[in-house]
């Protein structure tokens, strides 16, 4: 099939590739002009397993012009949806890109399908996204077919998890919208759930923020087994063997960050309560994690006057596997230390260059230099940490790195 993709972020460029690898003619439309000289010289400008391998194999075409869409079949809409302060949507990116496919829609002949992939509240494109589309002229469901089919992808391991999907979800306007993108996950070997447009939205934002809500849970339970002298993790390995409750998700730490699953859990929060409903539960996951960072450095503050004292921080990035500091719990860690007028110094193996964006006044090192501090704050659970000598150091773990229990002080945050 002919495609196009609005917005080469993350979602954008790994189906893009994807999708291209499969055998379909793909065109990404990217406003970011550094993006696109980036992806077409090849290099992306996102780290993803696999992914520079791929954008060197396969054909796909990258520029900043709309016209791309006039002879294509399918269009995914993949820009970024950012939060306002209260979680609500910014929704200018996507408002922005369905008035640019309505005037392409308005000389455009052929049927196509626009499939929305951006993650927004439920709703959106029923009330938003259809009537920008519908500006054309042209009537949804007879001259286009509106899709709305999320992604579940995590970051590090995008590729793999779009070829070897859990599920894929599809909601259509109509039945034609449907069958159309049927037609192009055809060979994919996962259960495809048919559903409604806004069904389709609220499966992701639930989906996510479930996951926000299992890490709150057994960073709670953690923080309950710390005071009781309980190991959180042999009761989450207990847990784990239950198939209703799954192993997954379940490591006790500093909490969650990532340009997902805290922006969708504060978007369903304020969803919830523009259609007047108080989601007290999602509001008590948010408040925990934002806590959860903090105490890292309360722990901290038992062992270590932190007015003047050296701190190392092991990993910045939020998660291991890649550059993103997105929502980092090292953000709070970091901005309470120096608010506490410790010098920092930090160290990530991906993650360091973003970091800095942030945080120029942060020196940043080596792993072993880092250990050269009065201290040090495990904050990412990179597979190398585990091989540092922590002996004679303290260290106060927010990851679970076993072997920095050698260290002469050593405290876990949930352990
Ligand atoms: C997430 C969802 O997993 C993915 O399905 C969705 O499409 C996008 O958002 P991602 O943001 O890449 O993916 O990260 P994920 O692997 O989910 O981890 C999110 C955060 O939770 C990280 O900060 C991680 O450190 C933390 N986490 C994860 C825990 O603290 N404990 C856990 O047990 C698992």
């Not at 506490?340 to 964006?357: H, I, R, S, T, W």
Request: hydrophobic share 40%; aromatic share 6%; charged share 25%.
């Amino acid at each position: 099939m002919i495609i196009s993709i609005i917005g080469a972020s993350y979602v954008g460029l790994i189906i893009g590739v994807c999708l291209a690898k499969a055998g379909n003619e793909v065109a990404l439309i990217e406003l970011d002009l550094q993006k696109v000289d980036a992806i077409n010289s090849k290099r992306s400008s996102i780290y993803e397993e696999g992914l520079d391998e791929l954008l060197n194999k396969v054909r796909i075409k990258v520029n900043s012009d709309y016209k791309e869409i006039e002879n294509s079949e399918v269009v995914f809409v993949c820009v970024g949806t950012p939060s306002n302060e209260d979680g609500s949507i910014v929704l200018e990116q996507i408002e922005n890109a369905a008035e640019q496919i309505s005037k392409v829609l308005e000389r455009k002949d052929e049927y196509c399908v626009v499939v929305v992939k951006s993650t927004v509240p439920p709703g959106t494109t029923e009330d938003i996204i259809i009537p920008l589309l519908q500006k054309s002229g042209k009537k949804v469901g007879e001259d286009f077919g509106v899709c709305v089919s999320p992604e579940f992808l995590r970051e590090g391991k995008a590729i793999y998890d779009f070829m070897h999907p859990d599920r894929i979800v599809i909601a259509g306007y109509d039945q034609r919208s449907i069958d159309v993108l049927v037609t192009l996950y055809g060979d994919f070997n996962a259960p495809i759930l048919q559903t409604s447009l806004k069904t389709a939205e609220m499966i992701k934002l639930a989906s996510n923020t479930f996951l926000a809500t299992k890490i709150s849970f057994i960073n709670e339970i953690g923080n309950i087994c710390k005071q009781l002298g309980i190991d959180t993790y042999e009761v989450a390995r207990g847990m784990g063997f239950d198939g209703r409750i799954g192993s997954k998700f379940l490591n006790a730490g500093i909490g969650f960050g990532g340009s997902c699953l805290p922006k969708d859990l504060g978007m369903l929060i304020a969803r919830a309560r523009k259609a007047d409903y108080e989601p007290g539960i999602l509001v008590e996951v948010s408040k925990l994690n934002e806590k959860q960072a903090l105490k890292l450095v309360e722990l901290l503050k038992k062992h270590v006057v932190l007015k003047g004292a050296t701190i190392g921080i092991l990993g910045l990035a939020f998660k291991p596997g890649t550059d993103d500091v997105r929502d980092s719990r090292a953000i709070t860690v970091v901005q309470n230390l120096l608010q506490e007028g410790a010098m920092v110094k930090a160290y990530d193996p991906l993650a360091g260059e973003n970091f800095k964006k942030l945080f120029p006044q942060v020196e940043y090192v080596n792993k072993e230099e880092v250990l050269n501090s009065d201290a040090i704050l495990i904050v990412t659970e990179w597979e190398e940490f585990n091989h540092l000598d922590y002996h004679g150091k303290k260290v106060i773990d927010g990851r679970r790195i076993l072997k920095a229990r050698e260290a002469s002080v050593y405290e876990g945050i949930c352990w």
